[in-house]
């Protein structure tokens, strides 16, 4: 590939949606060596962004649940549906996130057969965290 020069990976490309850019310092790197961190590793994101509060959390993932407003055509209504996802939670968020917490999460390539978001941001903390 002629004229392209290899940089290091140091955002995620988020500019649209309107979060905010990651630094990607030696110390990050050196801390974080999870190869599926969009931050540090080679996890690329895309598609849907969703914001939800975590239900659950694993050492690698966590659960977590928003509403939504769905359409019944049979009744002309509007009905609230609750959805759960299981998102990636990368070594470096680990420690930052629990239980009750507010994050957005974008869509990945399957990571395992239900795991298919990645965490990219902490909103804000829940009630239940400590």
Known sequence: MKGKEKTAKAEIGLDTSGLKKRKNTETDRALCKD???PFHGKLKIRGRMFEG???RKFPRRVTLEFERMTYIKKYERYAKSKTKIHARLPLCMEDKINVGDTVIVKEC???SKIIHFVVIKKIKSGEMSK
Do not use: F, N
């Open 35 to 37: 190869k599926d961190c």
């Open 53 to 55: 509060k975590v239900k």
């Open 109 to 111: 390539r399957p990571l």
